[in-house]
């Protein structure tokens, strides 16, 4: 067995062939099936073979997006269960950019914060509040609600209200580390949850805790964006920008400041890396993708109250990162995907087959021991397992690698000695 | 001509004096030392003149602009760079990229160019990438490159802090106790190093360190602190034989025995 798997890790074609294979038929049985969560899961679990295939980046990249954007949509829209399977995929890709993005603050900057869905709320109101006749009640002009095509401006808009709020939430909390950190974040995101709870006096901004309803759907080209297929890929397309985002800056001038404050605060401050501007970028476009999914999550629920924003949230998100890898892309989105399918797939359908089980008389279990209760539980257990057993994650953090032949001079070795001359004349 | 200029620096922790009344004025491109024994207040003058501390009085100068109140990054940008007594590298990051952390002030792109993968940012990057390389070969780390850099041996990490603060491009350089834990091979190695940068690169480098024989040998000018005081200063020989000095560094009999 081992031979083999060497030996097929060798081999490009036979992965490549394999690979196929096992897409064609997980597709297939998708397609073919009535109703198979199995399929759905496997033929999502293709992206994670993908990502340890012997492949030139740029083919992986292609060969995911054709899966995720063509294959998984086309083969799951025979069955009944399609517009479920897309809320599923749907969801996990607005977890994956909120985790991504809670990934710049805890993993590259390494500071904890617990109050992260805070975030998405703001972006979630800032679109249910111009988007219903809620808004009608405190603004002196317009004509409330907006149309259903002002959401992709909201996009933007939610963008940078929570990098606002990021950077409000980043100047009071800047002068503690830590665990005290952990713990401001932790208040200001319940106070932002209350504050939204309570601002339906004496001006209905909000309408408190009865929550926001019937909010206009996006449209595009005059098409109404009503169903979960169709959401999906505007997530599809907001994932996609953020992970460039991330890749981007991560190896960029402003991801090496992250992690040189994450690493030493001093040796950063010495270096001529401003600590304040550091933290602060990274709370706010930190907090921008989660303001852009909290745009998506309103405009897909038509529905928006305070209980979607509890710490249970920024926990649930924090375990995604935590479970998949503190700094690394690719572990993160692999721990938003298990954690939001475990929840909303594996735990649901272990539930139903369970009760299908005790109803037809074969067992008979308590509805307090169903899995989906046991939520919590299951997170509790993992994160322990994890911290024990793998604390770098599913996915651990890779350093990249630079080759040093296409760093090497290819002029005079002089050249830094006539830079620093250069700066002391200057 | 002075390139730092201190004068009549103090400050205080409470009721304790570290560092009173030190004035100082380093001569350009000139390799001074700061000695003295334990709790003197050497690093915490290294400190004031980073901007760590905020001195409680007295002045900084460094080619005629102040420097007192001005953070520590606002300093670094000025022109001071500094390696740290007790190494502080970005330890789980590559060599290479801890090097290039160095050069934050001099990519001048911002956010956007990077988002927008415009050609300025893409070149910087590869320079400084290309930069940040050459400082590896300068230091002797070029084939570490890839390595974390907590991981290196105890000398290659100090020499990484140095590359690293080469990497700010300074004009003025401040090692704590750089050879400090060092072998006699690998003190004589940074020894040669510390005199290459003085004259090739023209830094000038300002030193705290509690091996003898390594400042005598390659210092210009020496300062002498005690109980947070200057006692002395002078070329290395009239140091060596300056008897506050070896008071303050044997005791008040040990004149009497030499």
Sequence with gaps: MKALISSLSENRLAQILLFSVYVLITSASLFLAEKSVVAFLLLLLSILILYFLNLKTVWKWIIGFVILGVLLPVSASQGPSYQSYMEVATLVGIY????????????????????????????????????????????????????????????????????????LLGIPVLRVKGD??????????????????????????????????????????????????????????????????????EYSKVGRAWKAVRENEIAAQAMGIPLVKTKLTAFAIGASFSGMMGVVFAAKQTFVDPTSFTLLESTTILVMVLLGGMGSVPGVILGAAVVTILNLQ?????????????????????????????????????????????????????????????L???????????LSKEKRQA | MNVLEVTELSKSFGGLAANSNITMGIKKNSITAVIGPNGAGKTTFFNMITGVYKPTSGDIRLNGKTLVGLRPDAVAKQGIARTFQN???????????????????????????????????RHEEDEAKKEAYRLLEYVGLEHLLNEAAGSLSYGAQRRLEIARALATKPSVLLLDEPAAGMNPKETKELTDLVQTIRTQLNITIILIEHDMKLVMGISDYIFVLDHGEKIAEGKPHEIRNNPRVIEAYLGKGALSLA
């Design chain 1, 96 to 167: 994956v950019a909120m985790a991504l993005g809670l990934n710049i603050v805890v993993g590259l900057a390494g500071l904890l914060d617990l109050g992260f869905v805070a975030f998405f709320a703001v972006g979630a109101y800032t679109y249910g509040i111009f988007a219903t006749p809620q808004a009608a009640n405190f603004m002196p002009f317009g004509s409330y609600p907006l149309s259903g095509g002002s959401f992709w401006i909201f996009l933007l808009i939610g963008c940078f209200a929570a990098a606002l709020f990021g950077i």
């Design chain 1, 180 to 249: 005290y950190l952990a713990i401001v974040t932790l208040g200001f995101g319940e106070i932002i949850r209350i504050v939204f709870n309570n601002m339906d006096k004496p001006v209905n901004i909000t309408n408190g805790s009865m929550g926001i309803a019937s909010i206009t759907p996006p449209s595009i080209f005059g098409i109404d964006l009503l169903y979960p297929n169709q959401f999906y890929y505007v997530v599809f397309g907001i994932v996609l920008f953020t992970i460039y985002v991330v890749r981007k800056l």
């Design chain 1, 346 to 406: 594996v735990l649901t359908e272990l539930t139903n087959w369970m009760n299908q089980l005790s109803l037809s008389g074969v067992i008979a279990i308590p509805e307090a021991l169903s899995p989906v209760k046991m939520q919590r539980f299951i997170f509790g257990a993992l994160l322990i397992a994890f911290a024990l057993y793998r604390s770098q994650g599913l996915l651990p953090a890779k350093n990249r690698k630079y080759n040093p032949e296409e």
């Design chain 1, 408 to 418: 090497k001079n290819k002029t005079e070795k002089s050249s830094i000695l006539l």
């Design chain 2, 87 to 121: 190494i502080r590298l970005f330890k789980d990051i590559p060599v290479l990229e801890n090097v290039m952390a160095g050069m934050h002030t001099h990519i001048t792109s911002n956010w956007l160019g990077i988002l927008l993968n415009l050609p300025k940012a």
